[in-house]
Protein backbone atom coordinates (compact mmCIF):
# COMPACT_ATOMS: atom_id res chain seq x y z
CA UNK A 1 0.00 0.00 0.00
CA UNK A 2 3.23 2.18 -0.26
CA UNK A 3 2.13 3.31 -3.68
CA UNK A 4 -0.80 5.25 -2.33
CA UNK A 5 1.35 7.69 0.08
CA UNK A 6 3.92 7.76 -3.47
CA UNK A 7 1.10 8.79 -5.38
CA UNK A 8 -0.77 11.62 -2.45
CA UNK A 9 2.90 12.93 -1.52
CA UNK A 10 3.17 14.21 -5.59
CA UNK A 11 -0.24 15.28 -5.66
CA UNK A 12 0.06 18.70 -3.31
CA UNK A 13 3.26 19.36 -5.15
CA UNK A 14 1.49 19.39 -8.01
CA UNK A 15 -1.10 21.32 -7.16
CA UNK A 16 0.76 24.16 -5.77
CA UNK A 17 3.01 24.18 -8.94
CA UNK A 18 -0.19 24.59 -10.77
CA UNK A 19 -1.08 27.32 -8.79
CA UNK A 20 2.05 29.35 -9.29
CA UNK A 21 1.80 28.98 -13.07
CA UNK A 22 -1.46 30.47 -13.06
CA UNK A 23 -0.55 33.49 -11.41
CA UNK A 24 2.06 34.13 -13.30
CA UNK A 25 -1.22 34.09 -15.93
CA UNK A 26 -1.27 37.86 -17.38
CA UNK A 27 -5.01 39.14 -16.38
CA UNK A 28 -5.63 42.98 -16.57
CA UNK A 29 -8.39 43.15 -14.32
CA UNK A 30 -8.04 42.40 -10.43
CA UNK A 31 -11.28 39.74 -10.19
CA UNK A 32 -10.08 38.15 -12.92
CA UNK A 33 -6.47 37.36 -11.29
CA UNK A 34 -7.82 36.30 -7.97
CA UNK A 35 -10.34 33.82 -10.15
CA UNK A 36 -7.29 32.39 -11.77
CA UNK A 37 -5.33 31.96 -8.59
CA UNK A 38 -8.04 30.20 -6.97
CA UNK A 39 -8.86 27.90 -10.30
CA UNK A 40 -5.22 26.82 -10.67
CA UNK A 41 -4.75 23.61 -12.59
CA UNK A 42 -8.14 24.34 -14.01
CA UNK A 43 -6.61 26.71 -16.60
CA UNK A 44 -4.19 24.29 -18.05
CA UNK A 45 -5.69 21.42 -20.69
CA UNK A 46 -4.64 18.04 -18.84
CA UNK A 47 -1.35 16.34 -20.84
CA UNK A 48 -1.91 12.97 -22.79
CA UNK A 49 0.79 11.78 -19.60
CA UNK A 50 -1.81 13.17 -16.81
CA UNK A 51 -4.37 11.20 -18.39
CA UNK A 52 -2.42 7.82 -18.66
CA UNK A 53 -1.93 8.75 -15.12
CA UNK A 54 -5.19 8.97 -14.01
CA UNK A 55 -6.33 5.91 -16.47
CA UNK A 56 -3.13 3.86 -13.92
CA UNK A 57 -5.23 5.09 -10.98
CA UNK A 58 -8.21 4.34 -11.81
CA UNK A 59 -7.01 0.91 -13.67
CA UNK A 60 -5.54 -0.15 -10.23
CA UNK A 61 -7.51 0.41 -8.03
CA UNK A 62 -10.08 -1.29 -10.02
CA UNK A 63 -8.04 -4.67 -10.51
CA UNK A 64 -7.20 -4.43 -6.95
CA UNK A 65 -10.79 -4.43 -6.01
CA UNK A 66 -11.52 -7.21 -8.34
CA UNK A 67 -8.78 -9.40 -7.37
CA UNK A 68 -10.01 -8.83 -3.55
CA UNK A 69 -13.51 -9.94 -4.46
CA UNK A 70 -12.46 -12.77 -6.56
CA UNK A 71 -9.21 -13.50 -4.20
CA UNK A 72 -7.55 -13.37 -7.49
CA UNK A 73 -3.31 -13.10 -6.77
CA UNK A 74 -3.25 -12.29 -10.43
CA UNK A 75 -5.45 -9.62 -10.34
CA UNK A 76 -4.32 -7.81 -7.75
CA UNK A 77 -0.49 -8.27 -8.64
CA UNK A 78 -1.79 -5.94 -11.83
CA UNK A 79 -3.52 -3.92 -9.78
CA UNK A 80 -0.45 -2.77 -7.62
CA UNK A 81 1.45 -3.05 -10.88
CA UNK A 82 -1.29 -0.09 -12.44
CA UNK A 83 -0.99 1.76 -8.97
CA UNK A 84 2.55 2.01 -8.66
CA UNK A 85 2.88 3.13 -12.54
CA UNK A 86 0.46 5.36 -11.44
CA UNK A 87 2.93 7.04 -8.47
CA UNK A 88 5.29 7.31 -10.91
CA UNK A 89 3.52 8.87 -13.05
CA UNK A 90 2.38 11.41 -10.70
CA UNK A 91 6.30 12.12 -9.90
CA UNK A 92 7.39 12.79 -13.22
CA UNK A 93 4.43 15.42 -13.75
CA UNK A 94 5.66 16.75 -10.55
CA UNK A 95 8.77 17.55 -11.84
CA UNK A 96 7.35 17.80 -15.10
CA UNK A 97 5.26 20.97 -14.03
CA UNK A 98 7.88 22.60 -12.30
CA UNK A 99 10.06 22.60 -14.86
CA UNK A 100 7.59 24.34 -16.96
CA UNK A 101 6.93 27.10 -14.33
CA UNK A 102 10.88 27.83 -14.51
CA UNK A 103 10.56 27.55 -17.93
CA UNK A 104 8.12 30.21 -17.91
CA UNK A 105 9.39 32.13 -15.55
CA UNK A 106 12.41 32.90 -17.68
CA UNK A 107 10.66 33.52 -20.65
CA UNK A 108 8.48 35.94 -18.58
CA UNK A 109 11.12 37.47 -17.26
CA UNK A 110 12.82 37.70 -21.08
CA UNK A 111 9.60 39.10 -22.90
CA UNK A 112 9.17 41.85 -20.16
CA UNK A 113 12.71 43.54 -20.41
Partial sequence: MAFILLIITAQPGIMIVDRIRASRIPVYKKRDKILTVTMGAANFRPSAFSRIQFFAVLTGF???LLGRVWFSSLL???GEVFL???AFL???LLFDSTARA???KGSGNRSGS
Fill in 90 to 92: AWI
Fill in 84 to 86: YTA
Fill in 102 to 104: IRE
Fill in 62 to 64: FLL
Fill in 76 to 78: VTF
